[in-house]
């Protein structure tokens, strides 16, 4: 090959390396939970951050930052940058949190940028094929149940503290608590990873309930000020990922890559139990559509982007703003077009004195199968909150949110409410579509359903299963991808737990974690109540309209039903029966895989 070929070859290849190597690195933190009064840096005056009031000290700092009222939510709409309304996600249950499949997410942007892509802790947008985080763009996956520990897709015996956790579709036991095991996954991925521009997106699943800990020294330095056991064991949570995000912060310079690497902080919701001892001045909590339910911490930390000057930004954002900025401040370039809810922040990023144009933006807590327009809703402006399509607050001079002043202003009431009736255009169309978990790929051998993925249960949470709650109606929404025979087994206990279906399990998981001073010995989540015998004494399946039963004797830990499914849609359900073949409840766990 001619020598002067083979050099521009090499001096392309080169560029090339330059160009990628040049991209910031991205690490993405959003906490469970933690309020935006959950911090020493906004104000708390018992809670010990250090590294999070550093990192806010050296970060450009959105202070009128809105985010969804609950998890699920939030986090489909920063993954998109559209409305997590828009995006099918209006629930953390029930299947109203498996976010639309053909949505392009933030990591697969990345991905197609060149980026090598993680993600250590909570997806809560689905836990089967094609809604998983391996299936949407991420290279690197750990974490443990959908929703998080407790939750009918966790694994059961898990507490936060030696877990069997997600690792790209297979389970596996990490050792440890689990902030840590998440956060010494990252540092590990940089270490792995500092040669090729990376994007982690580094989600906690605390402080979010249960307040479980591996030690209850923790909460020590909390109870001895007078805070009770609650409160200091939540704020000792917090403590523990404050430590984590400065050890994250010291191996990304010892890796040398602290000067390029754009730190965000967040968090996913307003405060929980955090609120009962302050709330920075805003009304509401965690759910709630006044202030203190949507408005949250948001950091960008970038040295080599010029972006750690210790500045406020007061303009109204929000997680849909998220993806477009990095977008231009990465130099990114999408795979394909995104009709964006949001807006690139770098003009306020790079210049304090930018034209910013007024915008209304709208939060909303749905969380049922239906509602009415308006409900549960506010409409946000850098002056006016319009709540429920009813009240008016005047942030200016009410920040509180205590006086409805919407009689005195008949006229900003009618223009928000306009700007809601376009908002509601937008977003409503397939809301209430139901999500097809996809069976018969090479890409999921087997698929777990649970009473969580079904529209009309509330049984969502293993502690309600092992108390025996009733699921009286409902089904299951599948695709069968490939024509054959199924497998279809059906469980009163999942896999792991190893008990009849007539029978209760016995405990065995040794106690390594504690809720405040109290042990965990048996089921950690919601329901700490004894295990329900249920009279099981047969099993249904119906497919499609097409019924097949079998009788279930004293040791049978499952019953599994040979099926022929043909390609297409199907709507899949499973009941427990008694002795008289009168309901007990719906099936709670279900695998499904092709017969060998």
């Not at 697969?108 to 947008?125: I, S």
Request: net charge neutral.
């Amino acid at each position: 090959m001619d020598k002067r070929i083979v050099t521009l070859l090499f001096s392309s290849v080169l560029v090339k390396f330059s160009l990628i190597a040049q991209k910031p690195n991205v690490i993405l933190i959003i906490t469970d939970d933690q309020g935006y009064g959950d911090l020493g840096c906004h104000g708390n005056q018992a809670i010990h951050t250090p590294n999070l009031d550093k990192l806010y000290k050296q970060s450009v700092r959105f202070t009128n930052f809105h985010v969804d009222p609950t998890s699920a939510p939030t986090r489909a709409a920063l993954m998109t940058g559209k409305y997590s309304h828009r995006v099918g996600v209006w629930h953390t249950i029930q299947g109203g949190n498996q976010m639309r499949s053909s949505e392009q997410t933030m990591a697969e942007v990345f991905k197609a940028n060149g980026y090598k892509t993680a993600l250590f802790g909570k997806w809560h947008l689905g836990s089967n094929y094609p809604y998983r985080p391996m299936d949407r763009g991420f290279d690197e996956w750990i974490g443990s149940g959908d929703g998080g520990v407790g939750t009918t897709d966790d694994y059961f015996w898990n507490d936060r503290v030696n877990d069997y956790l997600w690792h790209n579709g297979e389970r596996k036991l990490f050792e440890g608590y689990n902030p840590d095991v998440f956060f010494n996954s990252a540092i590990e991925f940089i270490g792995k990873n500092k040669g090729n521009p990376f994007f982690i997106y580094l989600a906690t699943y605390v402080p979010h309930n249960p307040l479980s800990l591996p030690d209850t020294s923790w909460i020590k330095p909390y109870t001895n000020m007078g805070l009770n056991v609650n409160l200091s064991t939540f704020f000792a949570i917090i403590e523990r990922v404050d430590k984590n995000v400065g050890r994250l912060r010291e191996a990304l310079t010892e890796n040398g890559l602290d000067q390029n690497t754009l730190l965000i902080f967040l968090t996913d919701n307003g405060g929980t139990v955090g609120v009962e001892f302050y709330n920075a001045g805003m009304r509401g909590r965690k759910g709630d559509v006044y202030e203190g339910g949507h408005r949250v911490p948001c950091f960008f930390h970038w040295p080599k982007g010029k972006l750690q000057d210790g500045r406020d930004i007061m303009n109204l954002s929000a997680h849909i703003d998220i993806l477009p900025t990095l977008i231009e401040l990465c130099s990114l370039k999408l795979p394909k077009p995104i009709d964006f809810d949001g807006k690139s922040l770098v003009p306020l990023l790079y210049n304090k004195s930018a034209r910013w144009k007024e915008r209304t933006l709208f939060v909303e807590t749905q969380r049922k199968t239906s509602y009415e327009k308006g409900e549960n809703s506010v409409v946000m402006n850098d002056e006016w909150r319009l709540v429920n399509l009813k009240e008016l607050y005047k942030l200016n001079s009410d920040p509180g949110q205590r006086n409805d002043v919407s009689a005195q202003y008949p006229e900003i009431v009618r223009q928000m409410t306009g700007a809601f009736d376009e908002y509601w255009k937008r977003v409503t169309p397939g809301d209430r579509e139901f999500p097809e978990v996809i069976a018969g790929t090479e890409y999921d051998k087997e698929i777990f359903l649970t009473t969580s993925d079904i529209r009309n249960s509330n049984v969502w949470n293993h502690g309600a299963v092992a108390a025996g709650i009733p699921v009286s109606d409902g089904e299951w929404h599948l695709h069968v991808a490939e024509k054959g025979l199924y497998e279809i087994e059906v469980r009163r206990w999942p896999k792991e737990v190893k008990a009849p279906m007539r029978g209760v399990p016995t405990v065995t998981k040794q106690v390594d974690a504690w809720i405040g001073n109290n042990p965990v010995t048996g089921l950690l989540y919601q329901i700490q109540k004894p295990f329900k015998m249920l009279p099981v004494r047969f099993v249904t399946i119906n497919v499609n309209g097409s019924q097949d039963i079998k009788m279930v004797n004293e040791t049978d830990e499952s019953k599994i039903f040979t099926i022929n499914l043909s390609e297409g849609d199907i709507q899949l359900s499973s009941r427990f029966l008694d002795e008289e073949k009168n309901l007990i409840t719906l099936a709670y766990y279900v695998y499904i895989r092709k017969s060998k």
